[in-house]
């Protein structure tokens, strides 16, 4: 390239670099403003030593110019990052560990049964949101506590999902064996961040797992880091006592025999829920809700499949749905067709996944909830 080409070819990509440096400049993002007004003058400088001989000191001259105003940009940036350094800095400690999810997209449809669950959910936090007035009437407050105990599998989870997606709420979750590993040292500070930060929300549903563990009954034989810790979280709870509260706490345990009772009073978790496996009409729905995506063969009676699957859990019967499908994907490659899934499918899955709760243990959890 001739010298007059290469000097337009650079002023075109310092025109380029200046005018996003402008728009970054705009929208205050200073630090990328710098960033393309020093490129801009890198280009600008090879333009000039390209430049006919009258114009090359000008093109310098813009040169430096534009690199003075980069030099702007980096103190705005630098005043900037230090403005936000505070707030930052707390939120970061606060928030990403726990709030799982902004307003999860789960509704109470993706749940099959557990109607009491669903029952008690609208009644302390859906409806006094919905009807403030006569709530206020009746002396109704909203938010408070939960506690959901039964096996492994059954639903708990994913129902306080469920509801945080009901109540268009963050869903903050808490694993007690959390709390002991990652946080330790400042386990307790981190218990009461994570309170607030549910708090600061307009609605949020905090799913405490494992809340045996947090909420122990023989407090003897503690660790140093929970003796600190489950006072503090008592003390969380207790800050919500019975007030209106945009704050509903659902704790999940699959040992409910191990925790201190003390917790199960109004202001903490004033209801106290069996999630039983499920049953033959809660297993039919439960198929339904996950084969809803899925090519089912004519041949699938679900009726007979859900009966075919006492003693399974939801997580049981959700395997088997993905078990099936898989084997009629594989199927599907090994012949170049799209067989849909058929009942031979389940079959072979059902043949594979064993109901995961055993008798015995069964037997514990009802014997538990008949109590
Ligand atoms: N009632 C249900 N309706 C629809 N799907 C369910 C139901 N119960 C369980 N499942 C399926 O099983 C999976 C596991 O359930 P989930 O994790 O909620 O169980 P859990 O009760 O929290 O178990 P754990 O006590 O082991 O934590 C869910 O993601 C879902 O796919
Ligand atoms: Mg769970």
């Not at 990509?13 to 003058?41: N, P, S, T, W």
């Not at 008690?120 to 938010?143: C, M, N, T, V, W």
């Not at 059954?154 to 007690?176: C, P, Q, R």
């Amino acid at each position: 390239m001739s010298k007059p080409d290469t000097f337009r070819l650079y002023l075109d990509r310092a025109k380029d670099q200046l005018e996003f440096g402008r728009k970054a400049q705009d929208k205050e993002e200073y630090a990328e403003a710098k960033r393309h007004y020093v490129l801009a003058a890198q280009w600008l400088t090879r333009a000039a030593n390209d430049a006919p001989k009258g114009l090359r000191a000008q093109h310098l001259q813009r040169a430096k110019q534009t690199l003075a105003r980069a030099e702007v940009m980096a103190a705005k940036a630098e005043a900037q990052r230090r403005a936000a350094r505070q707030p930052v800095a707390s939120s970061d400690d606060a928030k990403p560990a726990w709030l799982v999810e902004k307003k999860p997209d789960a509704t109470f449809d993706d749940v099959a049964g557990l109607e009491d669950v669903k029952e008690q959910i609208r009644l302390k936090f859906i409806l006094p949101f919905e009807h403030q007035d006569k709530a206020a009437y009746y002396g109704i407050g909203s938010g408070g506590g939960i506690l959901l105990y039964g096996p492994p599998g059954t639903g708990k989870t994913l129902i306080a999902k469920a509801t945080a997606g009901e109540l268009d709420a963050d869903f903050f979750v808490v694993k007690a064996s959390d709390v002991m590993s990652q946080w330790v040292g400042k386990a307790e500070g981190n218990v009461h961040l994570l309170f607030d930060a549910a708090r600061a929300c307009d609605r949020a549903v905090i799913f405490i797992d494992e809340i045996e563990a947090l909420l122990p009954k023989r407090r003897g034989n503690l660790s140093t880091v929970m003796k600190r810790v489950v006072p503090q979280f008592l003390a969380e709870m207790d800050g919500f006592g019975g007030r209106a509260s945009n704050v509903l706490f659902i704790g999940a345990t699959n040992e409910p025999w191990a925790m201190d009772l003390a917790v199960l009073r109004p202001g903490r978790f004033d209801a106290k829920i069996y999630v039983p496996l499920p049953d033959q009409e809660t297993r039919r729905r439960i198929l339904e809700i996950h084969l809803k995506n899925r090519p089912l063969a004519d041949d699938v009676d679900l009726d007979a499949l859900a009966a075919r699957m006492e003693g399974y859990s939801g997580a049981d019967v959700a395997a088997v749905c993905q078990r099936a499908s898989q084997r009629a994907f594989k199927e599907a490659i090994a012949e170049d067709d799209l067989p849909p899934i058929g009942w031979d499918d389940f079959e072979a899955a059902l043949a594979e996944i064993k109901p995961s709760v055993d008798a015995k243990n069964l037997k514990r959890y009802e014997e538990y909830a008949a109590r």
